[in-house]
Structure formats: C-alpha cells, structure tokens
C-alpha cells in the first residue's frame, strides 16, 4: 500500500511469479487513475490507466483493477522479470485535472 | 526520436542563489509541468502550464517561478526564496488537456554547495 515518509513499503518477488502491487486512493469523487513505474535516477514511465468507468483493464503483462466502493487500486504484473524492479506509483486525478501521487512502492525481484 | 530533455542532470546551487532548470519537448505537446521529488515521497507539483504565455502555481510553488515563452520550453529557476531546494525535479509534457498520461523527462537533481 501507500504511505508517506522515508521508508518505501517495499514488496519483494520471486522471478517468475506475479506481482500485485496495492494503492488506496482519497477522493471518491477521482474518475482517473494512472500507474507509472520509476528507475533510480529517471524519470516516472507510464505504464497503464484507467478511467472510473472502469473496473478492469489489460496491458501488456501488466493489469489495473479499480475498486471505487472502497476506492482500491491495484496493479498486477504477471511472470515478474528482473528488469521490473523499480519503485511503482500510483496517481490520481483532481477536479483540476492534475496528478495527486502516492508515496510509490518499491518492487524489489529475487532470483 | 520524440521526447522531454531536462539539463542539466546534476546542478549545484550556492547560497544566495538563482538557478534555472531546462526543459524542452518535441512532442508537440500543450501542457507541461514541473514536480519536486524528495527521498521516499511522490511527486508534488510545483507549476503548471497549458498553453504559451500562461501558468498556474501548483502545491508548492513557493521559491519557484516559471515561464512559458514558447510551446516547447519550460524552464523553471529556483529562486534563493526556497530554502530547501535540494530534491529531484521532474519536468513533465501532456498532449491536450483533461485526463491523459503525462511523459517525463530524465530529472535534474539540484544539490545545495
């Protein structure tokens, strides 16, 4: 899940398995939601989104489900690779359109 | 190739100091954004702009300012006003408005002498 500090919740995955990666967002009234993915030192990279419409949605490996009634959402990456390490955020859009962003998640892959 | 080019990478400020970031796209792209990055947090927006010649203050624009004198460019200075500025900063360029994903560039990371 989501938290504020110094210390990232971390998830730690076997190579191979699927990673479900958690976020709880505030705003009931948030009708977008977007998943990047940030390498040390880069920039975020998109990943997917979804719109509230929506309860579900697929990428390439990767799926977003939505759950508005206790305003859940989560990320699953399937056959976790090494190269997927990385910190995972979470983001929601505001009446303004802009981004309101999670603290983030660090996916650590073991091998 | 299309993209955001942020630079420098690594910049250090002395006190007393302005200093500007650079930001440049070639993604045709309206809107664009800036976003301070500090150590286990998520982004938090500093300004914003979605069209040329127009910005808006973000969460923490505080020791910031910006300016948008052309559609690819948004350079922001960091001004000796802002007393903690070492972070990542993370600039950020979005086709049309309303709800679609935002690309980001590589980050500057502004360290304090």
């Known amino acids: 899940g989501e938290s504020v500090g110094l210390h990232l919740p971390t998830l730690s995955v076997q190579e191979g398995d699927n990673s479900i990666i958690n976020c709880a967002y505030s705003?009931?009234?948030?009708?977008?939601f977007i998943w990047y993915k940030q390498e040390s030192g880069k920039g975020p990279q998109f990943i997917i989104d979804?719109?509230?419409n929506m309860d579900k949605r697929q990428g390439q490996r990767v799926t977003v489900l939505l759950n508005k009634t206790v305003k859940h959402l989560s990320l699953q990456i399937a056959a976790t690779q090494p190269g997927d390490s990385a910190v995972y955020f979470c983001?929601?859009?505001?009446?303004?359109?802009?981004?309101?962003w999670g603290a983030g998640t660090k996916l650590i892959i073991k091998p | 190739d299309g993209g955001i080019t942020q630079s420098p990478k690594y910049l250090f400020r002395k006190e007393g100091q302005n200093v500007t970031l650079s930001c440049e796209q070639n993604l045709n792209h309206d809107a664009m954004y800036w976003y301070r990055q500090d150590p286990g947090q998520g982004l938090r927006l500093i300004y914003y702009s979605q069209i040329v010649n127009d910005f808006q203050k973000g969460d923490i624009a505080e020791g910031y300012s910006v300016s948008r004198e052309k559609k690819e460019s948004f350079p922001l200075t960091v001004t000796s006003a802002q007393k903690n500025p070492t972070a990542f900063y993370l600039c950020a360029s979005m086709w049309g408005s309303g709800n679609q994903p935002q690309h980001f560039g590589d980050g500057t990371r502004l360290s304090i002498l």
């Open positions: 983001a929601e859009a505001d009446s303004n359109y802009q981004l309101i």
């Open positions: 979804i719109r509230s």
């Open positions: 705003n009931s009234a948030s009708d977008y």
